[in-house]
């Protein structure tokens, strides 16, 4: 389904179109599910506003803010967008979509596994139910968002990642930088149950990879 922009335009000149193919339907597809799931398993956290909770915890902004910048520093060494056009309408579509929708799978993921963790040791060990319920949230986040870019995202996005033996290095210290980004996120769920400050990170983070990547999402270059 295609929505056309003027057609006055000389015939020589290029222009977008937003679009809508299997990729971009993909995409929405898998934001429905998240936000359905969302809305069934988190209402409790999506519908209180624990900003102020985290913003007491200074050495939690702190966290949150280093494991950010850390990511980003290094994705953008590694990441190229190789000529492609930067389209404003599906750049703030997407973050903004992918920010909040892509948050609530993993919020939904985490807090199976603190349920999960927490029945389990709290059972023989209730002492340590709750920092079970933690690490088994952050082990089942940090499976289920390496699932889901390799499964997923590296299907629909375009080779981005620069492959220069410089590159290379760096691309083997990313994981890092992702599992902090998840340690941190995760603690913003289960001290705070905080979800939009999360959201919020997430959003800057997605906003930051369709400038540096720009995947034809959503837009698409048409010659008239």
């Known amino acids: ?7 006055n335009l000389s015939p020589s000149i ?10 971009e339907w993909a995409v929405l597809a898998y934001w429905g599910i998240a936000t359905v799931l969302g809305i069934v398993f988190l209402s409790d956290w999506i519908i209180t506003w624990n900003v102020a909770a ?15 910048i850390f990511s980003q520093i290094l994705y953008i060494l590694v990441a190229r967008h190789n000529g492609r056009p930067i389209h404003w309408g599906p750049t703030v579509l997407f973050a903004l979509g992918n920010g ?8 939904v993921v985490y807090r199976a596994g603190e349920m999960l963790g927490h ?6 060990l209730p002492s340590g139910a709750s920092i079970a319920g933690f690490v088994l949230g952050v082990v089942l986040f940090s499976i289920y968002g390496g699932f889901i870019h390799a499964l997923f995202w590296i299907k629909l996005l375009p080779p981005h990642l620069d492959d220069s033996p410089r590159s290379r290095s760096i691309r083997r210290i990313r994981p890092l930088a992702e599992l902090s980004l998840v340690i941190s996120w995760s603690l913003c769920f289960w001290l705070t149950r905080d979800i ?13 990879l369709m400038l540096r990547v720009r995947p034809p999402l959503f837009m698409h270059d048409h010659t008239a």
């Open 1 to 7: 389904m295609d929505v056309r922009l003027n057609s």
């Open 14 to 23: 290029t222009r977008p179109q937003w679009s809508f193919g299997r990729s």
């Open 54 to 68: 985290t913003l007491a915890r200074p050495w939690l902004i702190a966290f949150l803010v280093a494991a950010w």
């Open 100 to 107: 909040v929708c892509e948050i609530l799978a993993f919020a």
């Open 119 to 124: 029945t389990l040791v709290g059972a023989v």
């Open 196 to 208: 939009w400050t999360v959201i919020f990170f997430h959003i800057i983070i997605d906003f930051a």
